[in-house]
């Protein structure tokens, strides 16, 4: 706030001035007529004592010490204005006489009074905020968020994430280059699966992100690259349509294919695969929220003894559902995480979110529709290129 006080013959002449000064907010919050102090004053022409005031806290782009200039001189013309009020009656207009001109006087002294209160409060939060700025000009203002914050968060990673790799970042003492201390903090959020792709393989998680189609991928591609002997499960009985999907595949790779409905038959499909090198379980999508299904579900993946169960996830995964998801499907105890849709996103502090959520290191990410293609391990390094948009991921 800036307040200053102008001795003028005329309205417009402060109103000229005011707005010159202090700008179009400007307010005026005490105007009065006097003379000139003293004998000379008797004979002179009566001026106007104009008090005007300005908020000046929107203007973000004055450096502190400005403010602490307005502040005091602010200060000094409210010491004035006090000085001068009530000490100087003789320089005041004289009221005339009579119950009339009593009253007039009395509101003009409430008046007075009301003006004077304000002043002086404002000059004692003044003070406080001049002493407050002088002993602390840093934490006086309002606290800024650094680029680096900025750049983590316009990336998608979460608030608990980000302040992980902040306090990295800021803790590596070792490595000058702030960059390469940013990408290390980012790895290191980041855990890779080294668990084998072989015995019995499953694949749980929500409905829709792309089970089914990654199974048909790393069928694809352990049968036709790496020449495994595959064989295919499903416990997917409620859609028709997505058992179809899978046999499809499994007649294009030639590769043997059973559906599951009860666990006796999980059990012998898993025998009659006993030679394959790696046998690929398709389960049916389940929400999070419903812990009954999840409960069945359960029964089926622990019928296979597998120690290698995913988590398929997409990465497009909203940020609060993330949580849920990861949690819900413990109930299933899988112990790596396959991320999915990345060419569904432009941002992919997600995959970070999902990874510090699952607490489970990254075995697959999926890149798109296409079978067997578009499915590969990354590498930490990328994984955070991608991540800092260094890189693309089409
Ligand atoms: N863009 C993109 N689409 C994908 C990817 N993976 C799968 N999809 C598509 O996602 C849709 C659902 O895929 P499914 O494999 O049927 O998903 P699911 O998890 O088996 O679904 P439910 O069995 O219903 O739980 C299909 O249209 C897939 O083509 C991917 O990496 N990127
Ligand atoms: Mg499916």
């Known amino acids: 706030m800036i307040i200053k006080r102008y001795l003028v013959s005329n309205m417009n002449e402060a109103m000229t001035r005011i707005r010159y000064e202090l700008g179009v907010d400007a307010v005026i919050i005490s105007q009065r007529k006097i ?10 022409r009566k001026m106007i004592e104009v008090t005007a005031a300005v908020d000046n806290s929107k203007k973000s782009e004055k450096s502190s010490e400005n403010t602490k200039e307005d502040v005091k001189s602010s200060i000094d013309t409210i010491k004035n204005i ?12 004289k009221a005339p006489s009579g119950i009339g001109s009593k009253m007039t006087a009395a509101v003009e002294e409430k008046g007075k009074s009301t003006v ?14 001049l002493s407050e700025m002088t002993a602390n000009p840093v934490k006086s203002s309002t606290p800024r968020k650094s680029k680096l914050q900025s750049l983590l968060e316009s990336i998608d990673i979460n608030e608990k994430n980000v302040k992980k790799i902040l306090a990295d970042v800021k803790n590596n003492k070792e490595e000058p280059d702030e960059n390469k201390r940013l990408k290390q903090a980012i790895k290191k959020q980041i855990t890779l699966s080294k668990t084998k792709m072989d015995g019995v393989v499953v694949l749980v998680g ?5 089970k089914t189609t990654t199974i048909a991928k790393l069928a694809g591609r352990m049968a036709l690259v790496d020449k495994k002997k595959v064989g295919l499960i499903t416990v997917d009985t409620y859609r028709i349509g997505a058992v179809e999907q899978l046999r ?8 043997p294919f059973k559906v599951v409905i009860t666990l006796k038959e999980m059990e012998s499909a898993l025998n009659s695969m006993k030679d394959c090198d790696v046998v690929l379980v398709d389960t049916t999508g389940r929400s999070s929220k419903n812990s009954m299904q999840l409960s069945e579900l359960r029964a089926y993946v622990d019928k296979t003894n597998s120690s290698n169960i995913n988590l398929v996830i997409s990465c497009t995964t909203k940020e609060k559902d993330i949580e849920c998801i990861t949690e819900g499907f413990k109930l299933l105890n899988y112990n790596s995480v396959i991320i999915t849709k990345l060419d569904e996103t432009t941002t992919y502090g997600s995959l970070i979110n999902i990874l510090g959520s699952a607490k489970k290191p990254l075995n697959y990410v999926t890149t798109g529709q296409n079978v067997p293609d578009d499915i590969k391990k990354i590498t930490a390094e990328d994984l955070c290129k991608l991540i800092l948009g260094e890189e693309a991921i089409c």
């Open 35 to 44: 003379r000139k102090p003293g004998f000379t004053g008797l004979f002179s």
């Open 82 to 93: 006090i000085k001068n009020q009530p000490s100087q009656p003789q320089t005041l207009e």
């Open 206 to 210: 929500p409905t829709g992100v792309g």
């Open 116 to 129: 004077e209160e304000t002043l002086l409060r404002e000059f004692a939060e003044m003070k406080s905020l």
């Open 248 to 255: 499809t595949y499994a007649d294009i790779m030639n590769i």
